[in-house]
């Protein structure tokens, strides 16, 4: 019982967690009785029960990318963070996170296991006088407004507005550098009008741009009178150039504080991603990534009827003239599509090929989506469902790509 007792405190305090957050940890509702309940676990007056141990035994006494401790040679935020995909970077190139968000109770799981905090909520309820200052804001804001997968309705759908969330705490702090994140269907969405009110707002030309009927928050709205003053660009980035054997199109638009940085214009940012693109052809092949296959483990092989069902749609579309079914890859693929969050579903958008042992297709495992997006094999994984895995590493970014990014801000972040 002691031991279990100090094991309790230890994985605690090491995520980072309120005793209430920490109930969620072990699968019960983050209330003020389970936070009681949790007090008492740490007390020795209560045991925990069977299951709430094997959780307990998935978390880590050590997460892996901690910084509590750290002197950063610069400050940023973390907004809209998942799991921690574009942190990681500006992590290594000597940043010091001061603010995290993220509203997802599962994402905050994997968060806090890999980086030993646990990420505010809802940003829309928290005040930017809350958040510290810093030298650059990171968002890769919800992107399923306008994403080829949803319904693309852009600022007319709640998470579309998300950007005026950013864009008030940009005009409380005024950091040095911006940089968010979205698919790449963001660029002509609405005839390009969506992304050129978030560029302009960017840019401080608030008045040129058709605000007026979208929906926001009161502080986002009072905020836009405070019109920003940054160089503004763009570009569409593509995973399988950086190191990936994934071919995931983001776009990535990166603002300088021009009251920081005097006379920079908008090319220059155009010059610095041209400086990320010129990087040599990767050679990465999907077998790089994968497992074999003999030693995966068979509930990932997909059942006949689900293969069949997938064949014959494949051959249905195929009657009508379009393209859509199953995609099937193997370890020679040079890359194979874009993992999304629905992922866990059917699997459909990548099936790997296992004839090789006589079997159906199957599934990626989580640990292969990981390295497929570029996290380091470190990373924690196993705090959630594989269903969760799933979803967290179809709506995260591809790590190289931001690092390649954080390797050419780094010196307008000294």
């Given at each position: 019982m002691e031991k279990l007792v100090g094991e309790i405190k230890l994985k605690r305090r090491a995520l980072g967690a309120t005793p209430k957050q920490f109930a969620s940890f072990l699968g019960l509702k983050p209330t003020e009785a389970n936070a009681e309940?949790?007090?008492?676990?740490?007390?020795?007056?209560?045991?925990?029960?069977?299951?709430?141990?094997?959780?307990?035994?998935?978390?880590?006494?050590?997460?892996?990318?901690?910084?509590?401790?750290?002197?950063?040679?610069?400050?940023?935020?973390d907004l809209f963070a998942g799991i921690g995909g574009i942190r990681l970077p500006f992590q290594d190139i000597g940043g010091k996170c001061v603010f995290t968000s993220e509203w997802d109770k599962d994402c905050q799981k994997t968060y806090a296991a890999n980086f030993g905090e646990v990420p505010n909520?809802?940003?829309?309820?928290?005040?930017?006088?809350?958040?510290?200052?810093?030298?650059?804001?990171?968002?890769?804001?919800?992107?399923?407004?306008?994403?080829?997968?949803?319904?693309?309705?852009?600022?007319?759908?709640?998470?579309?507005?998300?950007?005026?969330?950013?864009?008030?705490?940009?005009?409380?702090?005024?950091?040095?550098?911006?940089?968010?994140?979205?698919?790449?269907?963001?660029?002509?969405?609405?005839?390009?009008?969506?992304?050129?009110?978030?560029?302009?707002?960017?840019?401080?030309?608030?008045?040129?741009?058709?605000?007026?009927?979208?929906?926001?928050?009161?502080?986002?709205?009072?905020?836009?009178?405070?019109?920003?003053?940054?160089?503004?660009?763009?570009r569409v980035l593509v995973s399988d150039k950086f190191g990936v054997p994934q071919k995931r199109e983001r776009v990535f638009i990166m603002a300088l504080n021009k009251d920081v940085f005097g006379s920079i214009r908008d090319s220059d940012i155009?010059?610095?991603?041209?400086?990320?693109?010129?990087?040599?052809?990767?050679?990465?092949?999907?077998?790089?990534?994968?497992?074999?296959?003999?030693?995966?483990?068979?509930?990932?092989?997909?059942?006949?009827?689900?293969?069949?069902?997938?064949?014959?749609r494949r051959k249905e579309h195929r009657e009508k003239g379009n393209g859509f079914g199953?995609?099937?890859?193997?370890?020679?693929?040079?890359?194979?599509?874009?993992?999304?969050?629905?992922?866990?579903?059917?699997?459909?958008?990548?099936?790997?090929?296992?004839?090789?042992?006589?079997?159906?297709?199957?599934?990626l495992m989580p640990r292969e989506c990981a390295r497929i997006q570029g996290f380091p094999e470190s990373f924690i994984i196993d705090s959630v469902s594989k269903m969760e895995n799933y979803r967290q590493f179809g709506n995260s970014v591809s790590v190289p790509v931001v690092r390649a990014i954080a390797k050419n801000l780094r010196e307008y972040l000294k």
């Open positions: 309940k949790i007090m008492a676990y740490e007390r020795g007056e209560a045991c925990p029960t069977v299951a709430q141990c094997k959780k307990l035994a998935a978390l880590p006494s050590e997460p892996p990318f901690s910084s509590r401790d750290a002197v950063g040679a610069f400050t940023f935020i909520g809802d940003i829309t309820k928290i005040s930017a006088k809350d958040i510290p200052p810093h030298d650059l804001l990171l968002a890769g804001f919800p992107c399923q407004a306008f994403s080829q997968a949803g319904l693309k309705k852009g600022f007319l759908d709640t998470r579309g507005t998300m950007f005026f969330e950013v864009q008030r705490i940009i005009a409380e702090h005024r950091p040095s550098v911006v940089l968010l994140e979205n698919v790449k269907q963001l660029v002509g969405h609405d005839k390009g009008n969506t992304l050129n009110t978030i560029l302009g707002i960017l840019k401080g030309n608030v008045d040129q741009h058709p605000i007026v009927n979208i929906p926001m928050s009161e502080d986002a709205r009072k905020s836009l009178s405070a019109k920003l003053n940054y160089a503004v660009s763009y155009q010059t610095i991603f041209d400086k990320i693109e010129d990087i040599p052809q990767s050679k990465t092949v999907l077998g790089d990534v994968l497992e074999q296959n003999s030693s995966v483990d068979p509930s990932f092989t997909i059942s006949d009827k689900l293969w069949n069902g997938h064949q014959r199953y995609s099937l890859f193997n370890r020679d693929s040079r890359t194979c599509n874009t993992i999304s969050q629905r992922y866990y579903k059917d699997g459909s958008e990548v099936l790997i090929d296992q004839s090789d042992i006589g079997k159906n297709p199957r599934l």
